[in-house]
């Protein structure tokens, strides 16, 4: 049974800083990728962050791109959201996601299969 846990979160003044984290167990996943979503009241999911198995690629929607940095320590089976320069409108509940079976990258929900509890971030004007 897989088990996503995220850490991290909270509330941040504008302009200010947060770092997520997420840990995966409870089995073995073969070279996944692995991303960040985020669904704001009355919206839609959307893609935030993806990277490779390797670590070597990385992707981002323009919203965030400059601002967001996700990284992975694979030896922990965890990956980092690194968020700078927090806008209001980065309110959100954002959501780990495993893509197992697959090390590429994907901007898609139906591209991953399994996703953590979501976190609460609060960016304050």
């Known amino acids: 049974q897989a088990q996503i846990i995220q850490s991290g979160g909270g509330l941040v003044q504008a302009g200010g800083s947060l770092r997520l984290s997420c840990a995966a167990s409870?089995?073995?996943?073969?070279?996944?990728?692995m991303g960040w979503f985020r669904q704001a009241p009355g919206k839609e999911r959307e893609f935030v962050a993806a990277?490779?198995?390797?670590?070597?690629?990385?992707s981002y929607p323009d919203s965030v791109k400059g601002r967001f940095a996700i990284t992975r320590d694979r030896a922990k089976n965890t990956v980092y959201l690194q968020m700078s320069n927090l806008k209001p409108e980065d309110t959100a509940v954002y959501y780990c996601?495993?893509?197992?079976?697959?090390?590429?990258?994907?901007?898609?929900?139906?591209?991953?299969?399994?996703w953590g509890q979501g976190t609460q971030v609060t960016v304050s004007s």
């Open positions: 409870g089995r073995t996943f073969s070279r996944y990728a």
């Open positions: 990277i490779s198995w390797s670590g070597s690629v990385t």
């Open positions: 996601a495993i893509r197992s079976g697959n090390s590429g990258t994907s901007p898609k929900e139906e591209g991953y299969d399994y």
